[in-house]
């Protein structure tokens, strides 16, 4: 069974401070790595994909990937309340299923 | 607006009875994947296509689900015999073979 794990949180900051999420994996065959927002009761939106060892920065947020240690992060930067969600992580490896890990719980308190 | 549409957005059924969704991904993209998410959890991998070709459904799903993209454009998702545990919201999504999954606003199922 492929996991993909965070902590569930809530993860509470404060406003403007950088928010760390953390998202583990278990098949070292996944190449690709996904992080998506999800409001309370919509869809998850896209926010930023990985595919190689290191860092990628868009805008306010820095997606990080180590495959030797199997994790990825997403650090948001200068976080505001209207970045309050669920994080989700999901991992992809090519030819198989997406995971989802069960998402974590951000706060960002004014 | 990610340019996936589901219909309908809401379903509320009796336990026993058929339920069908549909799902128009954007219109370039030949793969289309379902989920479930249930409160508190990710999604869930229900099944997906390439084209019109059914490639992978989950080993979680029972007989009682069954998809279809007869066209390779929208697809449909039945439930039959539904039971309370289907309740659930399915979400539809969309990609190209790179990969990256563009979601629909989802289908909320609940099952009295």
């Known amino acids: 069974q492929k996991e993909v794990e965070q902590n569930s949180g809530p993860l509470s900051v404060p406003e403007g401070a950088i928010a760390s999420l953390n998202c583990t994996y278990s098949?070292?065959?996944?190449?690709?790595f996904f992080w998506y927002r999800q409001y309370s009761g919509k869809s998850p939106e896209l926010i930023m994909f990985i595919y190689s060892n290191g860092d990628k920065e868009d805008g306010r947020f820095t997606a990080q990937l180590n495959k030797a240690s199997q994790y990825v992060s997403l650090l948001i930067r200068d976080s505001q309340p209207s970045d309050s969600a669920t994080y989700l992580c999901?991992?992809?490896?090519?030819?198989?299923?997406?995971?989802f890990g069960p998402g974590t719980r951000l706060s960002v308190l004014p | 607006d990610t340019g996936v549409s589901q219909d309908p957005r809401h379903k509320i059924t009796k336990r026993g009875q058929n339920v069908t969704f549909r799902c128009d991904p954007i219109?370039?993209?030949?793969?289309l994947y379902w989920y479930r998410q249930t409160l508190g959890q990710g999604p869930e991998f229900l099944t997906y296509f390439q084209n019109e070709a059914q490639l992978e459904k989950s080993r979680l799903l029972s007989d009682r689900f069954s998809a279809e993209r007869p066209k390779g454009s929208f697809s449909t998702l039945e439930i039959q015999r539904t039971e309370q545990g289907d309740s659930a919201m399915y979400l539809c999504?969309?990609?190209?073979?790179?990969?990256?999954?563009?979601f629909g606003p989802g289908t909320r199922l609940l099952v009295l």
């Open positions: 098949d070292r065959g996944s190449q690709s």
């Open positions: 219109s370039e993209h030949n793969r």
């Open positions: 999901a991992v992809h490896n090519y030819g198989q299923n997406f995971v």
């Open positions: 999504a969309s990609s190209t073979l790179q990969e990256t999954q563009y």
